[in-house]
Nanobody, 114 residues
Framework: QVQLVESGGGLVQPGGSLRLSCAASGSSIALYAMGWYRQAPGKQRELGATISSSGRVNYADSVKGRFTISRDNTRNTVYLQMNSLEPEDTAVYYC????????WGQGTQVTVSS
């Protein structure tokens, strides 16, 4: 079992930055593929970024060049650095751990508004 807790969300102005953290417990995430997904009001959950156990990264086109996913297996934590935020980035952001099973955090709200 893996428990995931996201933090770092909040209200930010357009053009601003936020750094999300996902702290895992219950098991080491070293062998897990990790990801950040988001769900905007009235929309389906969508991919933001993923990072494999070997460090290979993948980004949705909508965030490419603005968001950076990273992992620190020694801290059992995954990060999402979000720069040049736009109102369209407003969503609940969820952390995901995937191996033989999928695990999800409870989400953290990100609101981009002036």
């Amino acid at each position: 079992q893996v428990q995931l807790v996201e933090s770092g969300g909040g209200l930010v102005q357009p053009g601003g930055s936020l750094r999300l953290s996902c702290a895992a417990s219950g098991s080491s995430i070293a062998l897990y593929a990790m990801g950040w997904y988001r769900q905007a009001p009235g929309k389906q959950r969508e991919l933001g970024a993923t990072i494999s156990s070997s460090g290979r990264v993948n980004y949705a086109d909508s965030v490419k060049g603005r968001f950076t996913i990273s992992r620190d297996n020694t801290r059992n934590t995954v990060y999402l650095q979000m720069n040049s935020l736009e109102p369209e980035d407003t969503a609940v952001y969820y952390c995901n751990a995937r191996a033989s099973r999928n695990y999800w955090g409870q989400g953290t709200q990100v609101t981009v508004s002036s």
